[in-house]
Every structure is written in structure tokens, then in C-alpha cells.
């Protein structure tokens, strides 16, 4: 019989079996006859209904396998997909763990000139699929719940599953201007088993599917890259060779879409050329977008920025400029003071150039000497039974990334994949201000109101 799984507080079940990655799987008013959507039946959850349950009704640790656990029970044998519209995403957040990693990853290039890009929202739902295989108390899932607390999340298995599925269910099911899509999956070598209960959370809370390939046939990237094209639309192709494929017996993967609209789109008179000084002191000719106007300023000892709305209020592109003209690491700047001292109503002449930058980095390294190195260590097998039937370790945590600045809006997509093999890896007033971002500057799409950093950027060249 299949293990019941622990459910989320305030959550109605909607059966969704997520076979492919797509750019947009949100509900619309009218769903095509043939579409999988028109099978979705919703649970009304009010409070004269007895399945609505407060999660955070007592802070003891509970063990998530626990089946005596009634808090957080689906019905048994369901592949419902759980939806928690209602959750309360709390205002207190600090950008210190991505912007730490971003810094590292920048360290560990020799070419001062190197833009990179980091989604911090992919990055912390890749490691939660591992958090969720973590046996109970284990350094690994302690290390995870401790990673992630630095980064928004409770410091509680139950509600950082809770948290993710909330923004999950944000994004798909918000009647949001924006396309904003998050989806998971789990692949496992043949001769690996994932756990059922594994694959049970999987489906219902994070979106997800899991799926048996043989690692050694080439066509089983193919499978996999074309899940991450679809779930990114068409923006990442491909995350996985078939020869990285081969050395590995597990991958999980999370994939992140964004596509919004400018609320003030720039008109065309205000993009012009403009020369943008790279951090190496060279120039390049770009395209800058001008608006002026009114809109949120910010500063700090060592940084302003500005905020740009999408056509949804909570989803803003943010454009963060040093003070000083030199080189500059994004930790230094201290964003999370900056954010917390917004000033409404002042007039601000912005420039953003138009940029196209896709970016590829390897995090292992930067994680591992950043509080994961319990969760990422040679011979670990923390993992075993709650994720596989085989101790697996973590071999490397890539992530992929794309962004599309222009003068209509943004595209920008993620993609996280976390390798894991049998063997241990080894350690690898009125006043008008302008801020014109025409040197190395930082940029972030982020969330207001759920309070999640999208993307994060620092562009040290175009």
C-alpha cells in the first residue's frame, strides 16, 4: 500500500500529472476541450471545513515519514497536486546567501569582464528535491534546512515543503499578467529505485514527475534536455551531455520560466546608443533604454537602485548601481539594506541596456564551502531509502540561466540540475536622481510580495 504522505495546512487537491515541462501551465478561463487541465478537480477549503489544519500549531519537529501523522495527510493513493494559494510569505529576507555564491562562482573566473547570472529560486527548489530525500536528523538534512532558513525559508521540513508549493501554486495558478512557471523533476539510472514515497511528494507538492532512464543510451538526454526545453520555453534546450549522464545514477532537476511585460514599456525615441564601460575599463556600444518619471528609489552607503514594475506589481526588475567606480563584489554592497529602505515618490531618470546573456555555471563548489558541504560529502549516505534504494552522493549542482532584456520586457529562465552518483564526488523631496546603468552594475527580478529573488545578475560587460 502505498505510503500516505504528509499534506500542507490551508490546501485544496487538484489532480495534475506533470509528463512535460511547458512555459505556461497556469489555469486559464478557457481551457481548450482536449486539454489535461478540463480533468482538475478543486476541494473547497473554508474554515467549516475539517481538512483545513493550521501547520503551524505546534513548532515540534515532526517527522515527515511519520504515517501516525495526521497534520498534513493526502488521501491515500492520490497523485493530487496540492495547492496552497494562502500561504504567508514572511516579509523578513536576506539576498546573503545568493549573493555570497554569486561572489565565489565570480572568484573562481579569471576574466574580470565575466557576467554572471544566478537564480536563487531554482537553486533553493533543486536543493529541496534533495532535502526531501534526506533521511530524518542526518547532517545532510540539517545542513539543507539550515541553507535554506538563510534564504527565506522556515527553519521547518514541513513548512519549507509548505513554502514550496505555495510558490509553486503562486505562479501557476495567480491570475498573473506575467508567465511565470516553476516545475521539478527526478531522473534515476536503471537499477536505482526511487523511493515511493519520494515520488508521491514529488507529484503533489513540487510539480513534479519521476522517471526510470537507462544512463548509458544517449537518447535518455535527449528525454531529459527536452523536458528542460519545454519547461522553459525553448529558452534552455539542454542541461545534461550524454557522456556527464553516463558517470551519474540520479538527476534532479528544477526548471524556472519568467516572461513579463513592462507596465511602462520604454518608447522607442528613448533607446538609443549608449557607450557602456565594462569592468576591464574597454567600451562597448549598447542600447540604452531611457524612462523618466516616478517610481521607488533606494540607497545605501554603497549602492542606489531603482525599481521597474512588470505588468504584474509584485514582479519588478530592480537596477543596482555601486557608488563607486570600480570593482566591487555584490556581498559588499549589502542589497538587503538597500531593499529595506525604499523612498516612494521620487522622480528618477533610469537607463537599462538592452542585454541577451545566457550563463552556465557549476555550484558545487561554491555551495560546498558555503554550509552544504554535510549535505554534499564523499560517501554519503544520507539519502539512502527516503530517496533510493542506492546511497547516492552529490557529484555536482549545475545551473543554467537566460535573460532578455528589452525595451517590451523580460524573458528569463533557469535551469538547476543536481548530479548524483553511487561513488563519492570529489570537492571541486522633489529632487530628480539619475541612475544610469552604464558600468558593471547588479539587476534582480524579484517578488515583492512573496519576497523571492527570481534572478540575480551582476553584468560586468555587453
Same mark, same amino acid.
Not at 57 to 86: A, P
Not at 362 to 381: D, Q
Not at 387 to 415: C, K
Given at each position: ?41 478543486? *476541494? ?38 496540492? *495547492? ?112 515511493? /514515497? @519520494? ?58 520560466? #519568467? ?14 546608443? /549608449? ?21 521607488? @528609489? @533606494? ?26 567606480? /570600480? ?18 515618490? @521620487? ?28 549535505? #554534499? ?77 527570481? #534572478? ?7
Amino acid at each position: 500500500m502505498k505510503k500516505r504522505i504528509l499534506s500542507i495546512a490551508l490546501c485544496a487537491a487538484m489532480v495534475i500529472t506533470v509528463f512535460t515541462g511547458c512555459g505556461d501551465t497556469r489555469v486559464t478561463p478557457d481551457i481548450p476541450t482536449d486539454h489535461p487541465l478540463n480533468n482538475v478537480s478543486i *476541494v473547497d477549503v473554508t474554515d467549516d471545513n475539517p481538512s483545513k489544519i493550521d501547520s503551524t500549531e505546534n513548532d515540534t519537529k515532526i517527522s515527515k515519514h511519520d504515517d501516525s501523522d495526521q497534520r498534513f495527510r493526502l488521501i491515500e493513493d492520490s497523485d493530487d497536486f496540492i *495547492v496552497n494559494t494562502e500561504y504567508d510569505f514572511d516579509s523578513d529576507y536576506s539576498l546573503n546567501n545568493i549573493t555570497t555564491v554569486l561572489d565565489y562562482v565570480e572568484h573562481e573566473s579569471d576574466n574580470v569582464n565575466e557576467n554572471t547570472i544566478l537564480s536563487e529560486t531554482s537553486l533553493n527548489m533543486a536543493l529541496s528535491l534533495l532535502l526531501e530525500g534526506a533521511g530524518d536528523n542526518t547532517e545532510s538534512y540539517n545542513a539543507l534546512i539550515n541553507y535554506l532558513n538563510g534564504c527565506n525559508y522556515p527553519n521547518d521540513f514541513l513548512r519549507i515543503r509548505s513554502r514550496n508549493n505555495a510558490l509553486i501554486s503562486r505562479y501557476l495558478f495567480d491570475d498573473l499578467n506575467s508567465r511565470m512557471s516553476i516545475a521539478n523533476s527526478a531522473w534515476f539510472n536503471t537499477g536505482v529505485t526511487p523511493a515511493p /514515497a @519520494y515520488v508521491d511528494v514529488l507529484s503533489a507538492y513540487y510539480n513534479g514527475r519521476v522517471q526510470s532512464l537507462d544512463f548509458s543510451d544517449a537518447t535518455s538526454a535527449e528525454i531529459i534536455n527536452s523536458w528542460c526545453d519545454g519547461a522553459t520555453d525553448g529558452c534552455i534546450p539542454s542541461i545534461i551531455s550524454p557522456e556527464v549522464l553516463r558517470l551519474n545514477d540520479g538527476l534532479l532537476i528544477n526548471a524556472l520560466y #519568467f516572461s513579463g511585460t513592462w507596465a511602462n514599456p520604454f518608447d522607442d525615441h528613448n533607446c538609443r546608443e /549608449a557607450v557602456f564601460t565594462n569592468a576591464d575599463g574597454s567600451t562597448s556600444t549598447v542600447t540604452m533604454m531611457y524612462d523618466y518619471g516616478y517610481t521607488t @528609489y @533606494y540607497e545605501s552607503n554603497w549602492c542606489e537602485g531603482f525599481m521597474k514594475p512588470y505588468e504584474d506589481s509584485n514582479l519588478v526588475f530592480i537596477g543596482i548601481l555601486p557608488k563607486e567606480n /570600480a570593482n566591487f563584489a555584490v556581498n559588499d554592497l549589502d542589497i538587503d539594506d538597500m531593499l529595506s529602505n525604499p523612498v516612494h515618490g @521620487y522622480e528618477v531618470n533610469i537607463g537599462i541596456p538592452q542585454f541577451k546573456i545566457s550563463d552556465e555555471n557549476h555550484l558545487f563548489n561554491a555551495l560546498y564551502n558555503n554550509g552544504l558541504a554535510p549535505a #554534499f560529502r564523499s560517501g554519503n549516505t544520507d539519502y539512502l531509502e527516503y530517496l533510493s534504494d542506492t546511497p547516492l552522493s552529490v557529484s555536482d549542482v549545475i545551473q543554467m540561466t537566460y535573460v532578455d532584456v528589452n525595451p517590451e520586457g523580460t524573458e528569463a529562465a533557469a535551469v538547476t540540475a543536481i548530479t548524483l552518483e553511487k561513488s563519492a564526488a570529489p570537492v571541486r523631496d522633489t529632487e530628480v536622481h539619475e541612475i544610469i546603468l552604464d558600468r558593471p552594475f547588479v539587476f534582480m527580478i524579484y517578488d515583492t510580495e512573496a519576497h523571492e529573488c527570481l #534572478f540575480i545578475g551582476k553584468i560586468n560587460s555587453l
